[in-house]
């Protein structure tokens, strides 16, 4: 089945620096990627939308300096979290469709990063 | 803009039994998927089972079934013969295939089942 690996798993960093988050379609491609974020025992809010070759669009409310999304190929995706803060400690989920499946083909979801700012 | 509600936040069964998931929805549009996702504690999305609104018999998937009222804008999920690896949170979810080619998905807040042994 569609493989989504998403790295890394968990981080832990300072306030003020800045996390990458890699997401990639090991045996497919996808044009699109989405990216959520997860609070605890809530259910996942989509952040951005990453297009390959092309700019991220963002859900309202996201700040797209602080979350920038790269896609630069048809299997891989990046989340940067810049000047990262402790509000920004949560979990976080990529997921992707496989360009060539079905109209009902569903998300590929990653195994989510769980990010700690201290 | 569609919405997706799940008004079980917590629902436990006992092992071998049945039980049922409810899923409410609203959109104007009339072509459109539905799924079910299974979070267990691993934090994984695990796709359970999936609907396409033009297909009026219900989707189903060995023990998970739906049940799918159009008109009504339910699609709530059977689980039976309960397992305790059925234990985890799930999320009902709608799609829409916009012009474009990218799909949005919107999640339900999730309903936390518990399978009792």
């Known amino acids: 089945g569609a493989v989504v690996s998403q790295h890394p798993s968990r981080v832990i960093c300072k306030s003020g620096t800045s996390v990458k988050i890699e997401c990639r379609s090991l045996?497919?491609?996808?044009?699109?990627m989405f990216w959520y974020r997860q609070f605890p025992k809530q259910s996942l809010m989509l952040m951005a939308t990453?297009?390959?070759?092309?700019?991220?669009?963002?859900e309202q409310g996201v700040e797209k300096d602080k979350f920038l999304i790269n896609h630069a190929s048809l299997t891989l995706s990046t989340l940067t979290v810049t000047s990262a803060h402790p509000e920004d400690s949560s979990f976080y989920i990529c997921?992707?469709?496989?360009?060539?499946?079905?109209?009902?083909?569903?998300?590929?979801f990653g195994n989510g990063t769980r990010l700690t700012v201290t | 803009a569609q919405t997706v509600t799940q008004s079980q936040p917590e629902m436990s069964v006992q092992e071998a039994e049945t039980v049922t998931l409810s899923c409410t929805y609203d959109t104007s549009e009339s072509n459109y998927y539905l799924f079910w996702y299974k979070q267990p504690p691993s934090r994984q999305m695990i796709l359970v089972i999936r609907q396409e609104a033009y297909k009026q018999q219900n989707a189903t998937e060995n023990r998970f079934s739906v049940n799918f009222q159009k008109a009504a804008k339910s699609f709530s999920l059977k689980i039976s013969d309960s397992q305790l690896g059925d234990t985890a949170m799930y999320f009902c979810?709608?799609?829409?295939?916009?012009?474009?080619?990218?799909?949005?998905?919107?999640f339900g807040i999730g309903t936390k089942l518990q399978v009792i042994p």
């Open positions: 979810a709608f799609m829409k295939p916009p012009p474009g080619g990218y799909q949005k998905v919107t």
């Open positions: 997921s992707a469709r496989d360009i060539s499946g079905l109209g009902n083909s569903p998300l590929h």
């Open positions: 045996d497919f491609q996808a044009t699109t």
């Open positions: 990453s297009n390959e070759g092309s700019k991220a669009t963002y």
